[in-house]
Nanobody
């Protein structure tokens, strides 16, 4: 069983930045495919960014492309989401997800693909 723990959420003004972290309780074999999803009130859960192939490949939702950067530190078993130029529409609960099987860009639309989820961290952006 893989445990994922997110941190780094908070409140920030529009245009500000935050960095989310997702610490995994196991090595990179069990987290071959990792992603960030978010869920805003009264909205569907949305894939934000994915990282796979040991961190060599990334893919972003159009809504965050150019503003968010996903990365991972395999030595620390930790994934990050650097969020810059935040907008009010980025307000949501952010979740990290992981799965041991290889994946591709398509999983950003397939939250059901992921076996392991964190508890979430709230991001609130005020205008």
């Amino acid at each position: 069983q893989v445990q994922l723990v997110e941190s780094g959420g908070g409140s920030v003004q529009s245009g500000g930045s935050l960095r989310l972290s997702c610490a995994a309780s196991t090595d990179t074999y069990s987290t071959n495919c990792m992603a960030w999803f978010r869920k805003a009130p009264e909205k569907e859960r949305e894939g934000v960014a994915i990282i796979y192939y040991g961190g060599q490949a990334t893919y972003y939702a159009e809504s965050v492309k150019g503003r968010f950067t996903i990365s991972q530190d395999n030595a620390k078993n930790t994934m990050y989401l650097q969020m810059n130029s935040l907008k009010s529409e980025d307000t949501a609960m952010y979740y990290c997800a992981a799965d041991p099987t290889p994946c591709g860009d398509w999983v950003i639309h397939e939250s059901e693909y992921f076996s392991y989820w964190g508890q979430g961290t709230q991001v609130t952006v005020s205008s």
